[in-house]
């Protein structure tokens, strides 16, 4: 009896050139949006993920007639220790995106839940004295320091499900305000209960120094100081004393009223502070699909590599930062329960 060779292994190989073949995004009349789309359109294996990202930004500059940065970082189900956030480093990604381009206009394209306010100042010095015009494009996140840097803008484009959040700063992860009502309620029941309840508070007070609370009114300090610099200079050009500069700063750094330091702003509410300043993707024809595209196109890129960090444009600037996982050999055998190995930061690295 002679048996028929199967073809499944032809079929599998056959199947996998079609669902990545080197594919020219250019020649599509229309890019894929949602994160569905985005999968069916790589499909499974080994792909090169940056093609089709630098077309959309290729045809968001179409529209927008001016160069377009991407600042994104991950900021969902990130490892303990990825510095995913807002810092000093930046300003060599910043650097590079300048440099590759000309004019005095940008949009800037952000997603970040925040970081370093100092370094935030850093990066924004750094823009507002190579451009004239600064746009921020605001997709998904941009929290805390990141809606600080939004202030530094002349306009915001945000999408339906994009959002600022709070400007109070954190000290180590804790709102600053948090800290300090923590002290105030102290005082108030040392107060009431008398001299004897000390002993009882005593623990609860040696677990900060002193000096902790000038730290949290200086860091909120810093916050006022940068946000009715920005907002008077750039977005809403008027006085530093302008009641509605008084009033924004008030709101997005009101902690008791927010409670929380993620609550969400979004594009109604900042109108409300902000007014024409900011602006629907949709109001902008031909952008809205090509910016909701590209915000999942890096969710996809996110999720399938250990990259955490990216800095680019449509004129040469495409790299990023990556998380290296570091195995520790232990000798004998390991001990049930013992955590997985910790991903750390690794050296910069070109994105696909």
Known sequence: MVKRKKKKSNWIISRTKQQNPIKDPSSLDKLPVTYQAIMNYFGTGEVVLFPLRKETMLRIERVTKRPLFCYVT???????????????????????????????????????????????????????????????????????AATLMCFSG??????????????????????????????????TRLKN????????????????????????????????ILAKEWLSFYMLK??????????????????????????????????????SKVINVEDIEGIAEL??????????????TPSFKVFENASGINWGRNSATVTIQLPGVVPPGLPPPVPQPGPPQKSD
């Open 74 to 144: 991950k900021t969902r189900n990130l490892s303990p220790g990825i510095p995913a956030y807002i810092d000093d480093s930046d300003l060599v990604g910043f650097g590079d995106l300048i440099q590759s381009v000309q004019g005095d206009e940008v949009d800037i394209f952000i997603v970040s839940n925040g970081g370093s306010a100092e370094a935030t100042e850093r990066i924004v010095n750094l823009l507002r004295g190579r451009f004239k015009t600064v746009r921020f494009i605001v997709p998904a996140n941009a929290y805390s």
């Open 193 to 224: 209960e008398g001299p004897r309840a000390l002993t009882v508070y005593m623990p609860l007070i040696s677990k900060y120094d002193l000096h902790i609370l000038e730290i949290c009114k200086n860091a909120q300090d810093l916050s006022e």
């Open 238 to 275: 008027c006085a530093k004393d302008d009641p509605r500069i008084s009033e924004c700063v008030r709101f997005f750094m009101d902690y008791d009223f927010h409670k929380s330091h993620s609550r969400s702003i979004d594009r109604a509410k900042t109108r409300e502070y902000l007014g």
């Open 154 to 187: 002349d306009d915001i484009l945000m999408d339906s499900v994009a959002t600022l959040g709070p400007i109070d700063p954190q000290i180590n992860g804790v709102p600053a305000r948090a800290i300090q009502k923590a002290f105030e309620s102290l005082e």
């Open 291 to 304: 910016v909701r595209s590209l915000c999942n196109q890096y969710e996809f890129w996110f999720d399938r």
